[in-house]
């Protein structure tokens, strides 16, 4: 099994930036893909951007220009650079990734993104 150990929320005002990671325990070069979810209060979580294991990046509309995934497979770890940052951006942010092998998905803790106007 994999752990995932999320880090990088916190408060920022809006236009700021971010950065979150995602460190696995494992080689990220066996997992299918990962990526980060997000869920606002009373609100369904949401893809937010994916990775997958040939590189192929996936952004929903709204972070499209704004946001970044990336990987350094040399620290097993994926990022979620976040730029100009808008009060609507606020959720807890979840790493997820899919194992290759068996297609097990795994969450990371979350953590907390908070914008302010």
């Known amino acids: 099994q994999v752990q995932l150990v999320e880090s990088g929320g916190g408060l920022v005002q809006a236009g700021g930036s971010l950065r979150l990671s995602c460190a696995a325990s494992?080689?990220?070069?066996?997992?299918?893909?990962m990526g980060w979810y997000r869920q606002a209060p009373g609100k369904q979580r949401e893809l937010v951007a994916t990775i997958q294991s040939s590189g192929t990046r996936l952004y929903v509309d709204s972070v499209k220009g704004r946001f970044t995934i990336s990987r350094d497979i040399t620290k097993n770890t994926v990022y979620l650079q976040m730029n100009s940052l808008e009060p609507e951006d606020t959720a807890v942010y979840y790493c997820?990734?899919?194992?290759?092998?068996?297609?097990?998905?795994?969450w990371g803790q979350g953590t907390l993104v908070t914008v302010s106007s």
């Open positions: 997820r990734v899919v194992v290759a092998m068996t297609n097990v998905e795994v």
């Open positions: 494992r080689s990220i070069l066996s997992l299918r893909s």
